[in-house]
């Protein structure tokens, strides 16, 4: 356990070295959460849309942006990299689980962009659309855990499309279409835009728990609501998980070290 | 002056040839990346044709077919652009690592020869998917006439904000992160309704960060079209083009050579 708490330490202050691309990501996230206020202010005329309220929904974008910005750190561009390099072959001969490892390794990255979007997300829905109506303190333990299981769950996801290297030439359309299938099944517009019969579904998948999932609570939590999400979040985190052990595993058979 | 003009015009297509047919050799990728960022560009569309669907009626005087139209320009000016100028995001890093030291050594000009050395082959994706678009939502003749010509005053504009951040690297030191946040204020502007902001955004939108000029005013000029607005039109990004140019060129006389050793292949 401490060789993976050490690779966190590290990855933390890698993350504090590179200012200039944190400052970029603030940037664009300010962006994004301005583009989307402007929007939905527009959209919005008192009235509620699909049941969110234009307050609810500026704190929707601003809480499923924050998911994207703190799990994508870049795993499956590494994991890509690392296969189709060969860079790989060096990794299997240390001492830990290389799916581990990795998750260690970004584990710092991640914890430093929970820090600094969390403050932004909250700075920023406060700006732009001002305090929740309504919102329980009882709830930040729900939503806390809601939030790590989605970015534990997209990670895991996203690795194991980088591992698929291992057996495509070129696996770039799996990442496009799972990045999109988040896209549009959460990120940006909650799944109640969405029909009666597309919503029965999607409440279920890990696209819309990744992101739909932990802003829903935040937005209009209910202990209900909460202990559908969580569990569902849990089975699918373990099954992210499993799902790069497998796609690793067999991978890793496929590996030929020739020296050099 | 003309010459120069033409020769640089030849080069410019001796690189997109030469890059075509780099590209070429590695069909399966370079189709997977073309469909990929189709797709990208189409769940766009699923988000707006759901919002649309949802609320019944236009959002700030737009309607569905206006704000694809807004993609279907962004997206073939943007793909133009970098299928020509790909190694405008490079500006930066080039002058940070001395590697414009080799387009230096050469007897053309070193923005030009830098900038159109690379072609991006998701670029094509981007510049198909604007066209593929344009006939799904089966356009009227007066947005073809305007998607024809905006396309050129997207890229051009596209070109020069990416070219003119970048170049203030020459000046201030590395501003590679400025560069590139511009580069996508201008992708994420110009995707949107133009209604939709209001008061220093609008304005610097549609004077120092002439990013409404992209999208937004060929799409009033679908339904108001004046010749004063499109030499409007023209002037700005011509004009743009000057001022980037100009900026790095006058940049260009503080660059500080490296002694990088390059090979290009």
């Known amino acids: 356990m401490s060789k993976y708490l050490a690779m966190a330490g590290i990855s933390i202050k890698n993350s504090l070295v590179y200012r200039a691309n944190v400052t970029g990501r603030i940037i664009f996230y300010f962006v994004f959460i301005f583009v989307f206020f402007s929007l939905w202010s527009m959209v919005y005329s008192g009235n509620e849309i699909a049941g969110y309220s234009l307050r609810q929904m500026i704190w929707y974008v601003c809480m499923t942006e924050l998911v994207v910005f703190c799990s994508g750190s870049g795993i499956f561009g590494i994991m890509n990299h690392e296969v189709k390099s060969g860079e790989i072959a060096y990794q299997l001969v240390r001492p830990w689980n290389y799916v581990y490892k990795q998750f260690a390794s970004m584990l710092g990255n991640i914890t430093f962009s929970a820090l600094v979007f969390t403050l932004m997300a909250i700075i920023l829905g406060m700006v732009f659309a001002g305090p929740l109506k309504g919102f329980n303190a009882a709830a930040i333990p729900f939503i806390v855990v809601s939030f790590l299981l989605s970015i534990a769950m997209n990670f895991f996801f996203l690795m194991s499309l980088g591992l698929l290297a291992f057996y495509f030439e070129e696996n770039g359309p799996f990442y496009f279409i799972y990045q999109k299938l988040l896209f549009v099944f959460g990120m940006l517009l909650p799944i109640e835009f969405l029909p009666l019969w597309a919503q029965g579904i999607l409440r279920y998948l890990p696209f819309s728990l990744i992101t739909w999932g932990p802003a829903k609570m935040v937005v209009d939590f209910s202990y209900g609501y909460a202990m559908e999400i969580i569990p569902l979040q849990i089975i699918w985190c373990i099954g992210a998980i499993a799902l790069a052990q497998f796609v690793f595993s067999r991978g890793v058979r496929k590996v030929n070290v020739h020296g050099g | ?265």
């Open chain 2, 1 to 265: 002056m003309f010459t120069e003009v033409k020769k640089h015009i030849k080069l410019i297509f001796k690189y997109f040839t030469f890059n075509l047919s780099a590209i070429a050799e590695y069909r399966t990728s370079f189709f997977v990346q073309v469909f990929g960022m189709a797709l990208n560009n189409a769940s766009f569309a699923f988000f707006w044709w759901v919002l649309f669907d949802k609320l019944g009626g236009g959002i700030g005087g737009y309607g569905f077919r206006d704000v694809m139209f807004l993609w279907a320009v962004a997206s073939t000016g943007f793909g133009l652009a970098h299928v020509f100028f790909a190694n405008m995001n490079n500006i930066s890093g080039m002058i940070m690592t001395g590697e414009l030291d080799t387009y230096l050594l050469q007897p053309k000009n070193p923005l030009i020869n830098s900038i159109a050395a690379r072609m991006s082959a998701t670029s094509w994706g981007d510049f198909l998917y604007g066209i593929i678009l344009m006939l799904l939502i089966k356009a009227s003749g007066m947005m073809w006439i305007m998607f024809a010509i905006s396309i050129f005053t997207a890229a051009i504009l596209i070109t020069s904000i990416a070219v003119a951040g970048h170049s203030l690297t020459f000046y201030f030191g590395n501003m590679e992160a400025v560069g590139r946040t511009l580069w996508e204020f201008t992708i994420t502007f110009s995707i949107y309704p133009e209604t939709i902001f209001r008061g220093p955004v609008k304005a610097l939108i549609m004077t120092a960060l002439p990013i409404g000029f992209i999208t937004h005013i060929p799409l009033r000029m679908v339904y108001n079209f004046s010749w004063g607005t499109l030499f409007l039109l023209l002037g700005v990004a011509i004009t743009y083009a000057l001022f980037a140019f100009a900026l790095y060129m006058f940049g260009l006389k503080r660059y500080e050579s490296g002694n990088l050793i390059i090979t290009r292949m």
